[in-house]
């Protein structure tokens, strides 16, 4: 392979090199062999766990916001900005070290950015201040990013008829953290303390290290490009494939409205007329963990009948979720709490199963650069969830609950307007069947 690069070293331009390269390596079958057999049922579950336990680092401090402004004398709006900067660290950490997949075997990425993780979360657990917060929050947001390694890694490893079912399952593992994640820190903070919960992810991750160690199969290398030339490829991936522009734009319009609820749902929570503790605000991460259930059968429709009908259909699902909690305001507060579950229960369904059919979509365009579109796809998704994180607490502080109602709904009709836009690249089409694609 490294022949082959240079090869083509001594093209006029680096566009050029890359895509020489690229049309070479998609020629060629380079996985190994023993590649394509490595992804048993037992590993794909080790791997599902893998991404659990990293992208729920994301997500620990959501239900705990209220504990740590009171005890740290910051204001609601203040303490909006911590998952807001690990929102932002994650998309800077998909954008600037997700291409690094495409150039280095993903297992020695991951055991890395596990070993930074801890230490980020280590000095969440010890900030004495809003600074060192707000810097180890991004520094978790930039570090977690090892789940996407595992992820792209997994679509590179699975047979192409079963591609979406088996990403499918490693993303119930990854959504399935990120929900239950904030069941388990909204009680141990209001039970041990929010910063008990911090030295708790650390160790969590320490466990992670070993389990990667032990279990996580080594990827190949795909290309030899340098890094200054990965980072030009993404323009040109973004360029010359439409479907990953419509993916990415989709992807962080659904986030937008995910994270705008979840960001602000503890502070609503908190105050009138509920006045609930972090632990409520965690559990109804139960409520949205039915929605990773759904992760693999979505994989699963997307391989029979095409990932373009299943994005349509839960982006519509999102926006429809998220509208019926307009009507909250009309019923007393216990009846208000269930008509949240429900919509929990419908806009997580849509999210995960939007994230699914969208990472089928684009693990099927180009093998030789599945961790650069990755990368392209879930900079969208994150760039999206910070830019909720913050819009919502802006307008729960301005508007109310409902004006964030009014701003997940707008977005995730706008994601579905979007997916309605007919594919217009030539050969295969990409939201077809990966049978099709074969």
């Not at 994230?355 to 650069?369: C, L």
Request: charged share 10%; aromatic share 8%; with cysteine.
């Amino acid at each position: 392979m490294r022949n082959t690069y240079n090869h083509y070293a001594d093209a006029p331009s680096t566009q050029e090199r890359i895509c020489l390269y690229n049309s070479a390596i998609m020629k060629a079958d380079i996985l190994p062999a023993h590649s394509r057999n490595v992804l048993t049922r037992s590993t794909v579950l080790l791997l599902a766990t893998i991404t659990g336990l990293a992208v729920a680092t994301l997500y620990y401090s959501q239900p705990m916001l209220a504990l740590m402004g009171r005890d740290l004398h910051y204001s609601d709006g203040v303490m909006s900005l911590v998952p807001m900067l690990t929102q932002m660290g994650y998309a800077a950490g998909l954008l600037f070290l997700g291409p690094l997949g495409d150039r280095h075997d993903r297992r020695r990425i991951v055991m890395i950015k596990a070993v930074l993780l801890i230490g980020a979360l280590v000095a969440s657990a010890a900030a004495p201040s809003m600074a060192v917060l707000a810097v180890a929050s991004l520094l978790i947001g930039l570090t977690s990013t090892l789940a996407q390694d595992v992820v792209s890694g997994t679509a590179m490893l699975a047979p192409d008829h079963s591609r979406g079912k088996t990403v499918g399952t490693v993303m119930t593992g990854l959504l399935l953290g990120i929900l239950v994640s904030r069941v388990v820190s909204g009680f141990v903070a209001e039970y041990l303390g929010w910063r008990e919960m911090f030295y708790i992810a650390a160790a969590s991750i320490g466990g992670l290290l070993v389990i990667a160690w032990r279990g996580m199969p080594s990827t190949p290398v795909l290309t030899q490009l340098r890094y200054g030339a990965l980072m030009a490829s993404l323009g040109h991936l973004w360029q010359k494939y439409p479907s990953v522009r419509r993916a990415a734009i989709a992807q962080g319009l659904v986030a937008v409205s995910f994270s705008a609820f979840w960001s602000t749902l503890a502070l609503i929570l908190h105050g009138e007329p509920f006045h609930l503790g972090s632990t409520v605000a965690g559990i109804f991460g139960i409520a949205g963990a039915a929605g990773a259930l759904i992760a693999p059968f979505a994989g699963k429709l997307a391989d029979r009948h095409g990932p373009e009908v299943v994005t349509r259909l839960s982006t519509a699902l999102s926006a429809a979720s998220f509208g019926i909690m307009a009507f909250a305001p009309f019923f007393a507060p216990s009846h208000q709490v269930w008509l949240l579950v429900a919509g929990v229960i419908g806009f997580d369904l849509g999210m995960q199963a939007t994230t699914v059919s969208h990472q089928t979509i684009i693990y099927g365009i180009d093998p030789a650069a599945r961790s650069r579109l990755n990368a392209i796809l879930l900079f969208g998704m994150f760039a999206g969830m910070s830019a909720g994180a913050g819009l919502g607490g802006w307008i729960l502080g301005q508007f109310g609950w409902l004006g964030v109602v009014a701003l997940a709904v707008t977005s995730s009709a706008l994601a579905f307007v979007v997916r309605l836009t007919a594919s217009t690249e030539g050969g295969p089409a990409v939201g077809a069947p990966a049978t099709a694609r074969s």
